[in-house]
């Protein structure tokens, strides 16, 4: 499977035949969201999909083929842009996705811009995992997946549970 066949015209017209359901289809941004949480969140949906799809079919990898490096950054969501600001910063020397996922130590492709998000948040430098206390950062993700319909990104719940 190779991420140049993949269509945004696709998500979207998936997006649309789920919000025109009856039932709340889980995952998908409830209506009182933002649209710029609707659009992120669709799009983190379907990236679950699609990785539980090739899970399914064997598949452990997507390749990336010869798809333009500008229009895989902008394919992936990336809420800081992090993928966006590490294409600029090895503009010189990254040309290509193959280059960039070198770069990054060959994460799978279709995770990169998670990598990027996690690396890049600060929340995650102040804990210390040997000391947490796991209950309650798990009641408090319960908590916070009950109120938004899905599990926060590790980085949200982080910033909650130092109350930044």
């Not at 669709?42 to 799809?53: D, Y």
């Not at 990336?78 to 600001?85: A, H, S, T, V």
């Not at 280059?99 to 990598?115: F, H, K, N």
Request: glycine letters at 6%; one cysteine or more.
């Amino acid at each position: 499977m190779c991420i140049a066949k993949y269509s945004i015209g696709k998500v979207q017209e998936a997006t649309s035949s789920l919000k025109a359901l009856k039932f709340h289809v889980p995952r998908l941004p409830r209506p009182e969201s933002s649209a710029s949480i609707q659009k992120y969140t669709t799009i983190w949906t379907f990236r679950g999909i699609m990785l539980l799809r090739m899970e399914q079919a064997g598949i452990k990898s997507l390749l990336v083929g010869d798809i333009d490096l500008d229009k895989f950054v902008s394919m992936n969501p990336d809420e800081r842009g992090n993928l966006e600001k590490l294409r600029k910063a090895y503009r010189d020397t990254v040309g290509t996705v193959q280059q960039l996922v070198a770069l990054c130590d060959y994460p799978r492709p279709e995770l990169l811009s998670m990598v990027c998000c996690f690396a890049g948040d600060s929340c995650l430098d102040s804990v210390d995992i040997d000391t947490i206390d796991v209950p309650t950062w798990q009641a408090k993700r319960r908590q916070l997946e009950r109120r938004h319909g899905m599990s926060p990104h590790l980085a949200q719940l982080c910033k909650k549970m130092l109350g930044a």
